[in-house]
């Protein structure tokens, strides 16, 4: 029997290609998601990954059998399908895809109707017993059908700026041998932009870097091409397209914090007073950007479930990540990293300020990147560390895993929902005092 507990992750289905996850066991998990969701319209696609189409041809049999009706949207990104199971009304999506890992990897990632999120805590847990069960009532079979969307999506995606504002900026995007291609192809005869294509061709097989924008190298290629060609920013993508980056005219990145303050103010300069999502491990200027424009800023897990689930509860408009994740309204509450790139395109244009110049205001402090650590029992290590800093913190959280503010500096450590590490996170007002506490910190994890 597969081993299903260890492909269900806390926010998607994650393993192996075909060892953890293949075509038989796509099979099982698209008649249990079928059982527990009662649906009867799913959307499907997926990403270019190698053995994409066995995968995809198991989970929608699985589907049929079990009485769905399912379309195909065939190769699309993930934030698509968000679009599709939202603008026709799908009882459910899937997408086909591992998102950023290595090519070995394959997956499942599942939205409810609404294109809302669908984790453990919110019906992964129920598939998974289902699908190890194996035991589905025999039911009239469904159908299948295959829907095109370009030309919708890419409407949707540009609704979200003024395209006439944006100026003919000279841009590079590197797709990662990815799903974004895709995307930015729908959209590029309706951008006044001049495009310099990275690395387009979908290629399971990941030739040129790993399709984690955060890993190793991956932005190296995009900021010497930024800088070759003396273009006015870079974007890359995750090999599903849901994530994106940038750097800006001088080739220095700008992290998921940054982007977010930007968007952030584009959308309260025209929506005064909204409500925006943020996370405990991005850094402390986001709020203070919120709250300076007007705004209110509303702190909530990281993990793009939890994320939908407080936008619709708070009816936030927009939602950011450190992760390069950003979550729209206005796209039924899910995250687009394409909408992303559009709408700072129009705030370059607008202010006439390169992009270096306008996120400036935003790198007050000094962070790591989030580094992760190894760690064989996660609670007893953050409870070492609670019971070391709790006391000495001018405020704590445990709102996701263990925060604690000093003022001067703080640090967030959380158990990843995927592997057995810790990540760590830490922001100082200078960087001397940064290097220390991450030493500091170093050390007792380590230990």
């Known amino acids: 029997m597969p081993a299903f507990d260890k492909i269900f992750k806390n926010y998607d289905i994650r393993g192996l290609y075909p060892e953890q996850i293949n075509e038989e066991v796509a099979y099982s998990i698209g008649r249990a998601f079928a059982s527990h969701l009662k649906c009867k319209t799913v959307a499907v696609g997926r990403d270019g990954r190698i053995g994409n189409e066995e995968m995809f041809r198991g989970f929608s049999k699985g589907l049929i059998d079990q009485g769905c009706n399912v379309t195909d ?155 070759e060609e003396k273009a006015d920013l870079g974007a890359i993508f995750d090999g599903d397209g849901d994530r994106m980056f940038m750097v800006d005219e001088k080739g220095n990145p700008v992290n998921g914090s940054e982007l977010t303050c930007l968007i952030s103010s584009d959308f309260l300069a025209k929506n005064p007073g909204a409500k925006i999502i943020y996370t405990p491990v991005m850094s402390k200027v986001v709020k203070e950007v919120i709250e300076e424009k007007g705004g209110v800023a509303v702190l909530e897990r990281v993990g793009h479930t939890f994320i939908k689930v407080r936008m619709r509860k708070e009816n936030a408009l927009f939602g950011g990540e450190l992760s390069g994740h950003f979550y729209f309204r206005d796209n039924f509450f899910a995250d687009s990293g394409i909408i992303a790139m559009v709408i700072v395109l129009e705030a370059i244009s607008e202010s006439g300020k390169p992009l270096s110049e306008l996120v400036q205001p935003f790198r007050k402090y000094f962070a790591i990147e989030e580094t992760n650590f190894e760690v064989e029992d996660k609670a007893a290590k953050i409870a070492e560390l609670e019971s070391i800093y709790a006391e000495k913190a001018k405020l704590t959280s445990k709102l996701d895993g263990f925060t604690a503010d000093f003022g001067g500096w703080w640090f967030n450590v959380r158990p990843s929902g995927t592997e057995p590490k810790l990540r760590l996170n830490i922001e100082a007002n200078s960087l001397e005092l940064r290097d220390k506490k991450k030493e500091e910190l170093l050390k007792i994890i380590k230990s």
Request: net charge negative.
């Open 73 to 227: 949207f065939g190769q699309i990104s993930t934030d698509m399908i968000y679009f599709a199971v939202g603008q026709y009304n799908f009882d459910a999506g899937c997408m086909i895809t591992a998102s950023h890992n290595p090519k070995e990897w394959n997956g499942l990632k599942f939205v409810g109707k609404g294109a809302s999120g669908i984790s453990i805590e919110t019906g992964l847990a129920e598939i998974r017993a289902l699908a190890e069960k194996n035991e589905f009532e025999e039911v009239e079979k469904g159908s299948l059908a295959e829907k095109n969307i370009d030309k919708e999506y890419g409407d949707k995606v540009l609704s979200f700026a003024d395209v006439s504002k944006i100026k003919p900026l000279h841009i590079v995007i590197d797709a990662s041998n990815g799903m974004a291609s895709k995307a930015v192809n729908v959209i590029e005869d309706n951008l006044p932009v001049k495009i310099t294509k990275m690395f387009f061709e979908v290629d399971g097989n990941f030739p040129n870097h790993e399709p984690n924008p955060l890993k190793g190298s991956a932005l190296d290629g995009l900021r010497k091409k930024v800088l």
